[in-house]
């Protein structure tokens, strides 16, 4: 029979492990996540190929696949529509941002506002950059599965506009997970990305960029 003072500590014991809740944050070793980011961070120039649907509450719904070009100086991004017709081109650099389609070539120094004006939402390009291939890029609230890979976070903008990501599937490139579908969601916009093919370099077809669906 236990002793009143052991009786106490039993209590006490059990009480505290039903009140504490545990952290998933805390199980991930900091130097599993250090370590994933930097390799992240390393997997530059790259290319991926795959589609986008895009759906909004004022536009509809909006669907293209994708080749995007990512180095250290910026980002290409082409959009193509059925049968691999282009839509869009848009170039991000250290000059600027330059956007081009059927009416034309529109220059300017934000990616975001061409192509918010071309698909008419908001579309946070800048910071998707990073969370294509699976880093935080300015998120607030981040959860992460006990690899260190991302769940699913929070990113609010300076102007009030918040974003919640989640990474439902990845792929393994070169030993590397990479995000295989990202799914986006704020300000009344949904942005579905699918990657379906990750590469090192550029791939280039008679000095163009290969077009998803025809070349590849």
């Known amino acids: 029979m236990l002793s009143k003072s052991a009786l106490v500590l039993v209590v006490l014991t059990l009480g505290a492990a039903c009140g504490t809740k545990p952290d998933t944050e805390l199980l991930i070793p900091t130097l599993a996540v250090e370590e994933r980011e930097a390799k992240l961070k390393a997997f530059i120039p790259w290319r991926a190929l795959g589609s986008i649907a895009v759906e909004s509450e004022e536009?509809?719904?909006?669907?293209?696949?994708?080749?995007?070009?990512?180095?250290?100086?910026?980002?290409?991004?082409?959009?193509?529509?059925?049968?691999?017709?282009?839509?869009?081109?848009?170039?991000?650099?250290?000059?600027?941002?330059v956007l081009t389609d059927r009416k034309g070539r529109v220059s300017g120094d934000s990616a975001e506002l061409l192509l918010q004006a071309a698909l008419g939402v908001p579309v946070p390009i800048g910071k998707m950059q990073a969370w294509a291939v699976g880093l935080p890029g300015g998120a607030e609230q981040v959860q992460r599965d006990k690899t260190g890979r991302l769940n699913s976070m929070v990113v609010a903008e300076n102007a009030g506009e918040r974003w919640d990501v989640n990474f439902e599937r990845y792929t393994n490139v070169d030993n590397l997970d990479l995000p295989r579908t990202v799914i986006v969601n704020g300000d009344g916009v949904q942005i579905k990305l699918s990657f379906k093919k990750w590469l090192r370099s550029e791939a280039r077809v008679n000095d163009r960029l290969a077009i998803p669906g025809v070349d590849t």
């Open 59 to 97: 536009r509809g719904k909006f669907n293209a696949s994708f080749s995007w070009d990512a180095d250290a100086r910026g980002y290409e991004i082409k959009l193509f529509g059925p049968l691999g017709v282009q839509a869009f081109e848009l170039v991000k650099n250290m000059q600027g941002a």
